[in-house]
């Protein structure tokens, strides 16, 4: 299994910051990685495909990076609705498998 | 607006059958997997499978010869069956859509679903 590593596992920033979330793969996955969105109590959601497609309707705050094994979700300035926990996933083989989370919350 | 509606029983004793079903409403089956995701405090978010029309369903190793997804498409549902469940298979179980425009990912999610194991 393709393991995925995500760093911080927490953090606290404030409204405006610039926040970074780091994810490394065990291997390789070329461009196989995708970046989803979660609140307490719902469904994740999709925020960035094929590790730069922002999706339809997902800020322009947010952005993603990255190659190979090593792969960035940018907030380039926090929003009050941006607090979550933030996960990474690959999508390259099965078993698809994701980061363990970030949570991102309120300083 | 496509919606997945998923459903099934959210109390199990050990032992018994989790049954889950997840209804697509808005949309078509084709061209698209669907597919089964948990989620526990202690393991995250954790793959189960997926199916599309093909017939083609790979399983997580670590379900393996437990675990059965199939696809209805009179119905316009999937559903899943995990057998012999234990308490380390009590989660939040999630369907999912799948996409695989240049890359593969989970576009849209059901409500989820929260499975309790007890005796």
């Known amino acids: 299994d393709i393991q995925m590593t995500q760093s911080p596992s927490s953090l606290s920033a404030s409204v405006g910051d610039k926040v970074t979330i780091t994810c490394r793969a065990s291997?390789?996955?070329?461009?196989?990685m995708n970046w989803y969105q979660q609140k307490p109590g719902k469904a994740p959601k999709l925020l960035i495909s094929a590790a730069t497609n922002l999706q339809s309707g997902v800020p322009s705050t947010f952005s993603g990076s990255g190659s190979g094994t090593e792969f960035t979700l940018t907030i380039s300035s926090l929003q009050p609705d941006d607090f979550a926990t933030y996960y990474c996933?690959?999508?390259?083989?099965?078993?698809?498998?994701f980061g363990q989370g970030t949570r991102l919350d309120i300083k | 607006q496509v919606q997945l509606q998923q459903w099934g029983a959210g109390l199990l004793k050990p032992s018994e059958t989790l049954s889950l079903t997840c209804a697509v409403s808005?949309?078509?089956?084709?061209?698209?997997?669907w597919s089964w995701i948990r989620q526990t405090p202690e393991k995250g978010l954790e793959w189960i499978g997926e199916t599309d029309l093909s017939g083609r369903t790979p399983y997580n190793p670590s379900l393996e010869g437990r675990v059965t997804l199939s696809l209805d498409t009179s119905k316009s549902h999937f559903s899943l069956i995990l057998t012999s469940v234990t308490a380390a298979d009590a989660a939040m179980y999630f369907c999912?859509?799948?996409?695989?425009?240049?890359?593969?990912?989970?576009?849209?999610w059901g409500q989820g679903t929260l499975v309790t194991v007890s005796s």
């Open positions: 808005g949309g078509p089956l084709h061209g698209f997997f």
């Open positions: 996933q690959q999508s390259y083989t099965t078993p698809r498998t």
């Open positions: 999912a859509r799948g996409r695989r425009a240049a890359r593969l990912y989970f576009d849209l």
């Open positions: 291997q390789s996955i070329p461009g196989y």
